[in-house]
Structure formats: structure tokens, C-alpha cells
């Protein structure tokens, strides 16, 4: 029902900045979460931040104060802004989408994910 296309990753020095991109198929106001988890080699997938469709946010410690989740319903996007960033914070990050029966056409909860973007950070 909704697909999500992830861009934005790429190679970056420690201490440089990204911003990720979540275009979604379907709009995003319909939509209950978005969030951003990633996944680093040989480890599992974790959660970096979350935006629910009320606008309460969530970040996981170990990115509080560098990253900023945001969401643009008006483009059906979901953006990931990455600051000051660590080499630890190499990994492919996923969109995620949590939607429901209050999207036209859906009568039934679903978790949807995109295919992931690389990001690495040199030393």
C-alpha cells in the first residue's frame, strides 16, 4: 500500500553532515509513524529516531543533539538530518512506516520499510 524510497547516504568525514530522504508513495499525513533505524554491519537493526503523526519525536541516546528527524507532509517526505557525525554511525539506514485504517483503502495495520541507504564515515 505505501512505498517508501530512501536517498541521501554517502561517504562523509567524521564530524560531517548527511541529510536523508523518505519520499513515501502515499501521503504521509495518513500515516501514524515514521521513523529511521539503521543497521551496522554484524549488528541489529536499531531505532535512531521516530516521528509520530502528531509530531511527538523520539531519538535514540546515542544520537541525541546531532540528528534531527523531521516530516513533510505536504511532499509525502520523511528527512533525516545528520550532524556532527561519528564514525560509529556507519551503517545502512531504513525508513519505516506505520500506517492503519486511517489511510484510505487500508483496513488493516501494516509496517513497511524502504530498502535502505548506505552511510559511512571515515576517521
Known amino acids: 500500500q505505501v512505498q517508501l524510497v530512501e536517498s541521501g547516504g554517502g561517504l562523509v568525514q567524521a564530524g560531517g553532515s548527511l541529510r536523508l530522504s523518505c519520499a513515501a508513495s502515499?501521503?504521509?499525513?495518513?500515516?501514524?509513524?515514521m521513523a529511521w533505524y539503521r543497521q551496522a554491519p554484524g549488528k541489529q537493526r536499531e531505532l535512531v529516531a521516530r516521528i509520530t503523526r502528531g509530531g511527538i519525536i523520539n531519538y535514540a541516546d546515542s544520537v541525541k543533539g546531532r540528528f534531527t528527524i523531521s516530516r513533510d507532509n505536504a511532499n509525502n517526505a520523511v528527512y533525516l538530518q545528520l550532524n556532527s557525525l561519528k564514525p560509529e554511525d556507519t551503517a545502512v539506514y531504513y525508513c519505516?512506516?506505520?500506517?492503519?485504517?486511517?489511510?484510505?483503502?487500508?483496513?488493516?495495520?501494516?509496517?513497511?520499510w524502504g530498502q535502505g541507504t548506505q552511510v559511512t564515515v571515515s576517521s
Open positions: 519505516y512506516a506505520h500506517y492503519g485504517p486511517g489511510m484510505d483503502g487500508v483496513s488493516s495495520w501494516y509496517d513497511t
Open positions: 502515499r501521503s504521509t499525513f495518513s500515516i501514524n509513524t
